[in-house]
Structure formats: C-alpha cells, structure tokens
C-alpha cells in the first residue's frame, strides 16, 4: 500500500521548481493528449484522500476506496491455474510471440467458455485476446472512434470507459442506472438522448459498482432498444463469475440475433489474477453485422499495432478455462457473501447511511448519504475527506463514479478489515449527527 501514500502532486511540484532553470535549454516537452483523459479516472481522488490521512491517527490506514482482492491470502488463486501457468513456463512454449488477436489455443478455450451459457455458439474467430480486459476497451473505444460519434456509457460507472472515449475522441454520453428501479437501466432516458451519430451502449453485467446481476427480461429489453436505435451493445461481463446472490447470471450474447453484442471479459476478477492480464472480446454476432459494417476489421488493426497479450498465460488458458474451478469460485464468492452481510447489518445502525440494494455480485457496496442528518458535511467528497482526516479510512466518493452524495465501499478485503472500518464509520457519523438527530437517536435507544 506504501507506494499510495505518496503524494502523486508533491513529486510533481518538485519537480517542476528543480528544473524550472533548465527547461529553457531542451526542445521536447511531455504531450498532454492524456492530460484530460487520465483526469476522469478515479486515480487522483484517491491520492488526494490518501494524504490526508496521517500517523497522528493512531489507527492503521484503511485503503477501501478501491481494491485488489488478489492481496489477501484469503483470496488466493487456486493451485490448479497457479499450476497450469507453472507448467507452460516449464514447458519453454510461452517464450514466443504469438500473433495480434491471440494464439488459436487460447481463443478456442475463451470460445468454449463462452459457448457454455449460449444458444448461438462463437468460433474461435470471433474471440480476440487482450491485455487483460481494459486493453479490450481501449481497442473497442479506438474501433468506434468516427467524426460526431456518440456513446452510451452508464451513470455510475467503471471510470476507464469514459477516460478511453475521452482519449479517443468519442462523445460521451450519460445514461442513469435507477437505484430505486434495483439499478435497472432508464432505457426510456436512453431513447431520448440517441441520435444518428450515437454508435453502441455499453452495459456492465455484472454491474460494477452497483453489485446487481440484470435478468433476463431486462437484457432483452436492452437488445431490443438497440436493435430499435441501430447501436451495438457492449457487455462488460469480467465478474461473471463474481456472483453470491439468488438472481442467475445472463449473457448479454444470448440476445446477439436481435442486435449484435460485444462482450468483454477476462481472468482479472473471476480468477483473482489481475496481474496476469489476460483478457478478451468476444462477437456475438450470428448475423455477421460487425464484418460487413467494418468493425470486426477495425478491431484486427487496432490489435495490430498495439501490445500483444502475454502468450504464457495464453498457453495456460486452456488448462485454466476447461476446469470448472468450482471450488475457488465457491469459496471466494462465500467471504464476500459474509462480507457483504456484515456491512449491511452494521449499516442497519448508522442513520447517515442507507444501502438501496444489497450487492449480489462483484466487490462493492454503494451506500447513500443522508446528508440532512448530518452537520457540516458538505458533500459526499467532504464525507470521504473528513473521514480519511479524522478515522484514516479511506472510501470512494461518489462523485468518482458519477453518482454525486454517495460511497463506496470495497469488501473485497478481509472480513477484520470491514468490522475495524464500520466502526469508525459509526462513530464518525454519530460524531457528525445533527444535535437534534442525535438527541432523538439516544432517546431512542433509551440512552436518555
Ligand atoms: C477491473 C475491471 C476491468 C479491467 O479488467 P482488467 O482485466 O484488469 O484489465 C474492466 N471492467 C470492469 C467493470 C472492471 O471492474
């Protein structure tokens, strides 16, 4: 965690007074092109929270703004994908390059995996490999990219999808998932905003961050809307295999005769290698709309010119793909269960915060400030300021994510971890309680 604590500005600062004299003397000079890109990420909120906590605290920094659950032991990959990883390297077969969309191996393992949850089956040749599932999004982003185009991304969201239009000249366009709709997309919202230039939607299913898993009805509304706009959809499913409530997980593939889908996946989450970075696009696309509109095209050449992904992981993924991996899936998805039922509960007692939904997927929990029992709390980023000042804890404000006076919570952590941190959460907010709010509440647990 040490490297967060460093002050992204102060190194900046610093080196700007140091060679201010000298920058006369040089011709060249950093390009800014991912200046305004790089801003919409949620990496400099939490740099800025990470500083305001401080040793003065006398309790140790609680980093759940943002998370890798591949951190904690409890979280450990099972023996089998390490093993499958080990024996290619052992093997000399992962030293080579492999070509731009992927070795056949790998794209007919990701085929096969994909194909077990669809009525119309891909071939290995609607699969490209990527450099883990971010990758995928840049190159779709760039594949999109045209004069006026628009897209379709939702509030809140996963922030790499708008830096990647940003960067690619993409015009971003907002749609609301509805917490009191089960975070259900606004699809009449949707209709209004599209026009001639508007290319795709993106979904995420799984929904990162809101932590519902969308049934079916509602994936075939989705389809049914985009076939109506003439957009693509694209499906963001890498925590498909994140999930620990009732609701089944749906591919958005299924509906791919009524509008053709992207989907977008990889071994980051569900396998908790992040740093692997093995990832991939998968064409749902029985009618072959993508090759005869060019995008299927635009996706090779994109590939073309940028970092293959790693053929060791790739030369693994048969191994790792064919196996159910039940078991590692089972037992990850039971702590963040107990995790999840942990925070509610506490919840339960903190009147300033109220979770709409309980996640079944994923690991985050959203929780909505009640600002007017609060004083002095300005926003949900003075919320998340105050509480790294005063608790040295850290939580993601909202307005990170596009859903201004909310918090997320990460519970991809140890269970110890979030008890510590509810903890200071209800004494923060007792602490923060409007005098009148906080009379009645003591009033009421009879402490009065
Ligand atoms: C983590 C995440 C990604 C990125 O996955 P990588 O394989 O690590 O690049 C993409 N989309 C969503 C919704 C994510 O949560």
């Not at 099972?78 to 990883?85: G, K, L, P, Q, T």
């Not at 992962?94 to 056949?104: E, F, H, K, M, V």
């Not at 982003?141 to 830096?163: D, G, K, V």
């Not at 079944?360 to 926003?379: G, Q, R, V």
Request: some cysteine.
């Amino acid at each position: 965690m040490s490297h967060l604590l460093v002050s992204s500005h102060q190194t900046e600062e610093e080196a700007e007074t140091q060679h201010e004299s000298e920058n006369s003397v040089w011709r060249f000079r950093g390009s800014d092109t991912a200046a305004k890109a790089s801003s919409v990420t949620m990496r400099v909120i939490v740099y800025k929270l990470f500083d305001l906590c401080s040793p003065d605290i006398k309790k140790p920094l609680l980093p759940l703004a943002h998370g890798d659950p591949s951190v904690y032991p409890c979280y450990r990959t099972s023996i089998h994908v390490e093993n499958a990883v080990a024996d290619v390297l052992r093997s000399g077969k992962g030293n080579s390059y492999g070509p731009a969309a992927g070795i056949l191996p790998a794209r007919q393992a990701v085929a096969d995996f994909v194909n077990r949850d669809l009525t119309n089956k891909v071939t290995p040749n609607d699969v490209y490999m990527t450099v883990g599932c971010n990758q995928g999004i840049e190159v779709l982003m760039q594949a999109l990219a045209a004069p006026n185009a628009n897209i379709f991304l939702p509030r809140p969201s996963y922030p790499h999808y708008e830096a990647r239009c940003v960067y690619s000249g993409l015009e971003v366009r907002k749609y609301d998932l509805l917490p009191e709709n089960e975070w259900e997309i606004d699809l009449q919202g949707i209709e209004a905003m599209a026009d001639e230039n508007t290319v795709a939607m993106v979904i995420i299913n799984p929904n990162n961050p809101c932590g519902n898993v969308y049934s079916y009805d509602h994936l075939k509304k989705v389809a049914e809307m985009a076939r109506k706009l003439g957009i693509m959809v694209i499906t963001d499913e890498v925590y498909s295999q994140t999930i620990f409530g009732d609701n089944p997980f749906v591919p958005m593939g299924e509906f791919g005769s009524i509008a053709p889908v992207i989907t977008l996946g990889g071994l980051s989450k569900g396998w908790i290698v992040p740093g692997w970075r093995i990832g991939w696009i998968a064409l749902n696309d029985p009618k072959g709309i993508f090759k005869s509109t060019g995008v299927a095209q635009s996706i090779q050449q994109n590939l073309d010119i940028t970092p293959d992904a790693n053929t060791l992981v790739q030369n693994a993924l048969p191994q790792i793909l064919e196996k159910s991996n039940k078991e590692m899936f089972a037992k990850k998805n039971s702590i963040l269960k107990q995790n999840v039922d942990l925070v509610c509960d506490r919840l339960e007692d903190i009147p300033c915060l109220v979770c709409t939904k309980k996640p079944e997927s994923c690991t985050y929990l959203l929780t909505k400030l009640e600002l007017p029992l609060m004083e002095d709390i300005e926003d949900d980023m003075d919320f998340c300021m105050k509480l790294a000042a005063e608790e040295n804890l850290v939580l993601l404000p909202g307005v990170a994510l596009g859903l201004k006076n909310w918090a997320r919570i990460t519970i991809g952590v140890e269970g110890r971890m979030l008890e510590d941190a509810l903890e200071r959460l209800s004494r923060f907010c007792q602490r923060h309680l409007k005098k009148t709010e906080a009379s009645l509440q003591a009033k009421y647990n009879g402490e009065i």
